[in-house]
């Protein structure tokens, strides 16, 4: 539905930014504005501004901005129809009506047959309720009490008892006035040509109400007591209320706490879901009985920006995270994605809870909770991927034509940059592990992330790294190189730093490849020696500094690293120096490197600033916010490394 520029302006100004703002910030006047907390980010200095008669508010922290329903959507996550209902209703403004346009009288109709369909389906859980407490339910009861229910959660669900008989729904709703055109349009009962006489759909169940996002009734699931009943779980059918593929089950209850929490988690069953929200993560919501469609992984997205999609560790979760990793390839965008854990091997959600508690399902998403590139990479490697060259050239292929598929440039490019670097890695090691390291020391990477990189990633785990590609080297690189030289007689100090770092301390080349491929130098000529550097320890060379200095001057390169030396006009970082031992050497290394990170995004700052200046653009704004996230996060890295260094 369209809504009028009139009627925006009428909301908006009947009520105040700072009126919406304030029921979830602590707001206090600062002159013509006010000044609270992020809502979006935790901070100690207040840094988000509202602005009453401009009609705006500004976070300073995160970047957001907007109005009153943007501001409501973005904290409650609503929909833009959904906000502009909500706070009309606050406002007092009258919402229009449905246009009529064509059969107005069938259109009314269709109205109302909507509006009885919710009441015969609120008619139905209130009828499945009763009978779960009364003398028939006794065996639903039994079901509920062994999975250790509370009562305060099964009225939560309002959790109910289909009845055996094959009409007796059918005929209580027939009692107070629903057709049987009603009953099997809402999907309660079963009819047809082919059907002498409608019955119920749902027979000796424990029924699972299904809602909207306003917490209407729109469908059931069953979950059969009788042990022989070949299906097992049973869903409502498709209806004019119900779309299976673009519902969660408990979205509703979900929402308010995902977004208090900045987290949302999908998991596979109805019961998986009520045990969590038992449990204190009322975050939790579930597909209905079907592998996760992409309308389910945009309802996520509307609740937090990278939800946990968790799965059963056992080979059938596996295959169906693998399934959700190509439903969500083509839909990521900047900032919004999902990440995967995995459950112990045998056990449910439910079973967890029940045999471990709370906290080792908190642990599973502290510290089993995988990002999207990585499942991609271990469903494609599950297999021997490597060990020979046409092995490699056909994962490659597949890997390239599955990130081809999403349709965001922006993280297309960050995909095929990870890539390249990460497959360049797994290569270099892969070929290693069948011609012999000699003697070499191999590297183990902290922290929670796969090793992708590594044949034995199986066992191992890599640190989250954000990657850049490494630039590809060039055929014909030591003229041009020492040309440049020639010319050049200014080399910025922190980029002469580094390289004279890993000139001195070969074996760094090698356990930071990643990062050395990915800086950015200001010249060519560095750039070009820095390229070289990794061919060598690609080459398997051996890691001795004189053989490397003799290395790049058959290379052409001596009046390159000449330009470095001289480019050091004091020697106070000693880590750079060959003496240096190797812990120094690694602390100076990173810090020296954040440093240059960090310059980095400030230059991309300034030219994203400039260009928002110029279009005013939504890109433009948004390339302002990951450049400040990106900042934000080097910045603590910095202090991290800091507080080790003092």
């Known amino acids: 539905m369209k809504f009028s520029p009139q009627l925006l302006d009428e909301i908006r100004a009947r009520l105040p930014v700072s009126a919406v703002v304030s029921r979830r910030v602590a707001l206090k006047k600062a002159g013509r504005e006010w000044r609270g907390l992020s809502p979006f980010k935790a901070e100690r200095t207040p840094s988000f501004f509202v602005n009453d008669q401009k009609g705006f508010y500004h976070c300073f922290a995160s970047g957001a901005h907007g109005d009153i329903f943007k501001f409501v959507m973005e904290t409650e996550g609503l929909s833009f129809p959904e906000a502009v209902e909500r706070l009309a209703g606050e406002a007092g403004v009258p919402m229009p009506k449905p246009d009529f346009p064509r059969n107005e009288a069938q259109e009314r109709a269709e109205t109302d047959a909507r509006s009885r369909l919710y009441a015969l389906l609120e008619a139905s859980a209130v009828f499945f309720e009763e009978q779960f407490r009364g003398a028939a339910g006794a065996d639903a009861r039994r079901y509920i009490e062994r999975r250790g229910l509370k009562r305060e959660t099964i009225a939560t669900f309002r959790l109910g008892y289909a009845p055996g008989g094959r009409t007796v729904l059918k005929e209580h709703l027939a009692r107070i006035g629903y057709t049987p055109a009603e009953m099997a349009q809402s999907g309660m009962i079963i009819a047809g040509e082919d059907v002498a006489t ?39 059918p498709e209806t004019p209320l119900f779309h299976k593929g673009a519902v969660l089950f408990n979205a509703a209850r979900a929402r308010p706490i995902a977004f208090d929490r900045d987290r949302v988690i999908a998991v596979e069953g109805y019961m998986d879901v009520i045990a969590l929200s038992e449990a204190g993560f009322g975050e939790t919501v579930a597909p209905l009985g079907t592998a996760l469609t992409e309308g389910q992984i945009q309802l996520l997205w509307r609740m937090a920006r990278e939800p946990i999609l968790c799965f059963d560790g056992d080979s059938a979760g596996r295959r169906a995270a693998f399934r959700a990793v190509e439903t969500a390839l083509p839909l990521l965008k900047p900032g919004f994605s999902v990440q995967f854990a995995f459950l112990p091997d045998g056990l449910d959600p439910d079973d967890l809870i029940r045999q471990q508690g709370a906290d080792a399902f908190e642990r599973v998403l502290g510290e089993r909770t995988q990002p999207l590139f990585d499942v991609l990479m271990e469903r494609e490697t599950a297999e021997d991927a490597g060990s020979t060259p046409e092995r490699r050239a056909a994962l490659e292929m597949r890997l390239k034509q599955l990130i081809a598929k999403i349709g965001d440039e922006t993280v297309r490019s960050q995909y095929e940059t990870e890539l390249r670097q990460t497959l360049w890695e797994r290569n270099r090691r892969e070929i290693q592990s069948i011609v012999g390291a000699g003697g070499r020391r191999g590297t183990e990477m902290a922290g929670r992330r796969r090793n992708n990189a590594q044949a034995d990633w199986r066992q191992r785990e890599r640190a989250h790294v954000t990657r850049s590609a490494m630039p590809a080297r060039p055929t014909v690189i030591a003229v041009a190189s020492n040309e440049l030289a020639a010319h050049t007689s200014v080399v910025p100090q922190r980029e002469a730093l580094i390289l004279r770092t890993l000139l001195n301390h070969p074996w760094l080349i090698e356990d930071a490849a990643e990062e050395v491929a990915t800086l950015t130098f200001s010249q060519a000529s560095l750039g070009g020696l820095r390229d070289e550097l990794l061919a060598y320890v690609s080459d398997e060379k051996t890691l001795d500094r004189d053989e490397l200095s003799a290395h790049l001057t058959n290379q052409g390169l001596s009046k390159v690293v000449a330009l470095v030396e001289r480019a050091i006009t004091h020697k106070g970082d000693k880590f750079a120096e060959p003496e240096a031992d190797r812990a120094a050497v690694e602390l100076g290394w990173r810090h020296i490197v954040l440093l240059q990170r960090r310059e980095e995004l400030r230059q991309q700052m300034d030219m994203a600033r400039r260009a928002f200046e110029d279009d005013g653009s939504e890109e433009s704004f948004s390339r302002i916010q990951e450049l400040h996230a990106q900042l934000t996060a080097i910045d603590g890295q910095q202090a991290f490394s800091d507080s080790f260094e003092g």
């Open 198 to 236: 409608p019955y119920d759909r749902f027979r000796n169940r424990v029924m699972f109400p299904i809602t909207d996002a306003k917490g209407r009734i729109i469908a059931f699931g069953g979950r059969a007591l009788d042990p022989d009943q070949p299906a097992k779980y049973l869903n409502s």
